[in-house]
T-cell receptor, first 114, second 117 residues
Framework: AQSVTQLGSHVSVSEGALVLLRCNYS??????LFWYVQYPNQGLQLLLK??????LVKGINGFEAEFKKSETSFHLTKPSAHMSDAAEYFC????????????FGTGTLLAVQP | GAVVSQHPSRVICKSGTSVKIECRSL??????MFWYRQFPKKSLMLMAT?????????EQGVEKDKFLINHASLTLSTLTVTSAHPEDSSFYIC?????????????FGEGSRLTVL
């Protein structure tokens, strides 16, 4: 069965600092992995995804994530935080089979301090 | 990217009434849509998978008679919360899979916040 663990429900960084949001997954099959961002009272927007191929995935707004099979991790990073990055971030793994169900982590609230 | 729209974005109702939330794929056809529920400061919980032209598939613990799902066309799925109670207050989000060229990506609606008084 697939599952996702996000370490740290709250992360606070200074503007311009490195952003690192952690995600570890469990999957019995090669995983499809996703990062989504949610702004208050809004739906989810896809930041990036890993399906196959290159393990370093670049997404929107300067974010990237690296799939590390040996560590079962898919951490999200951004070299320099911006105030507009403050939001909730969710890591997700696609459940096996053709249903396309996504299993979400518990989310990490990113705060960016001026 | 594909656009998924939900309506209404906010709804307040009295206890005991029923509320319908619509989820539309605006520029693509979706054979499958998903309904999620999000509690305050919590993750998204998958409620059910909505399949066009057939019955929805509910996740364990979700009352199908409480949360009625109808997927009457390739662009519309509806979630009806029947006899709503305050504990049903939540943020409901739908998502849809693109019919063709599937890459595993789901597109999400903006969410609908339900408040039951």
């Amino acid at each position: 069965a697939q599952s996702v663990t996000q370490l740290g429900s709250h992360v606070s960084v200074s503007e311009g600092a490195l952003v690192l949001l952690r995600c570890n997954y469990s999957s019995s099959v090669p995983p499809y992995l996703f990062w989504y961002v949610q702004y208050p009272n809004q739906g989810l927007q896809l930041l990036l995804k890993y399906t196959t191929g290159a393990t370093l995935v670049k997404g929107i707004n300067g974010f990237e994530a690296e799939f590390k099979k040996s560590e079962t991790s898919f951490h999200l990073t951004k070299p320099s935080a911006h105030m507009s990055d403050a939001a909730e971030y969710f890591c997700a793994v696609r459940k096996g089979g053709a249903t396309n169900k996504l299993i979400f982590g518990t989310g990490t609230l990113l705060a960016v301090q001026p | 990217g594909a656009v998924v729209s939900q309506h209404p974005s906010r709804v307040i109702c009295k206890s005991g009434t029923s509320v319908k939330i619509e989820c539309r794929s605006l520029d693509f056809q979706a054979t499958t849509m998903f309904w999620y529920r999000q509690f305050p400061k919590k993750s998204l919980m998958l409620m059910a998978t909505s399949n066009e032209g057939s019955k929805a598939t509910y996740e364990q613990g979700v009352e199908k008679d409480k949360f009625l799902i109808n997927h009457a066309s390739l662009t519309l799925s509806t979630l009806t919360v029947t006899s709503a109670h305050p504990e049903d207050s939540s943020f409901y989000i739908c998502s849809a899979r693109v019919l063709a060229g599937d890459t595993g990506e789901l597109f999400f609606g903006e969410g609908s916040r339900l408040t039951v008084l």
